[in-house]
């Protein structure tokens, strides 16, 4: 089995995911299509003065009630464009998060899962969502968590792509990469692709509009074979500054 790991998917083969933005002049044609126009800032933010019809959601509760846009296109709005970023991407996040007040890091779900053979626990609620990927001689087996449900499914022998909404074939990534992936044997040109800012992009970079730039810092190739496992590591920074 082989796996390769850019920012936001896993892709594996087994032998047996950005925030669009709109121009002003833009909005008034999506919202007249049925979208909702958000603005994040603070009440008092607000109240001094906002956009007829717009709904008001400070960023701090954006989180926790992203549940109530679910299906629903949202176009996002604050003062500079920094929280609305913020905000549009937690809306984009697929699954409910936990609570911050009890939240644990989901790094030990690997560990476990590779100590054990097994799966995930039952109580996962302190678990922002995931997806968990456990392989044996035999099959491979896929985890999701979406934050108040969990789901196992089989994978099929072959070339499959996880994306952060699963195994998803809208995904932009999914659409552009999976066939590419599928055809090549040897995976290591990807990590050299250029970064694109592109939703379809496999190696993302991004400039924001506060100067932070928004990128994939690394790619991971595993490849299991009975004779050994190989890991090979791209650190995607490391000209960044020359």
């Known amino acids: 089995m082989s796996v390769i790991y850019p920012w936001g998917c896993v892709v594996f083969r087994w032998r047996s995911a950005q925030t669009p933005e709109i121009a002003v002049d833009r909005l008034d044609a999506a919202r007249a299509a049925g979208a909702l126009l958000l603005d994040v800032r603070e009440p008092a ?20 009630e992203a549940h109530r846009f679910a299906g629903r296109s949202v176009c996002v709005i604050c003062r500079s464009g920094q929280r609305s970023l913020r905000a549009a991407a937690l809306l984009n996040g697929h699954g409910k998060p936990a609570d911050e007040t009890v939240k644990v890091s989901r790094g030990d779900l690997a560990l476990r899962a590779a100590y054990t053979g097994e799966g995930p626990g039952a109580d996962l609620s302190r678990y922002d ?30 070339t499959s792509m996880v994306v952060n909404s699963g195994l998803d074939p809208e995904s932009e990534r999914v659409a552009a990469y999976l066939p590419r992936f599928r055809a090549a044997e040897d995976w290591s040109a990807f990590a050299a692709e250029p970064p694109s800012g592109d939703r379809g992009a496999l190696i993302i970079r991004r400039e924001l509009p506060d100067g932070r730039v928004f990128a994939s810092l690394s790619v991971m ?4 074979a009975p004779e050994g496992v190989t890991y090979d590591f791209t650190d995607l920074t490391a000209d960044q500054d020359r």
């Open 45 to 64: 933010e607000f109240a001094s003065g906002h956009v007829p019809g717009a709904v008001n959601l400070p960023l701090g509760r954006v989180a926790a």
């Open 129 to 158: 969502p995931f997806h968990l990927v456990l392989a044996d001689l035999g099959q491979v087996l896929m985890w999701s968590w979406n934050g108040e449900r969990l789901t196992t499914s089989p994978l099929p022998a072959g």
């Open 221 to 224: 190739r595993v490849s299991i």
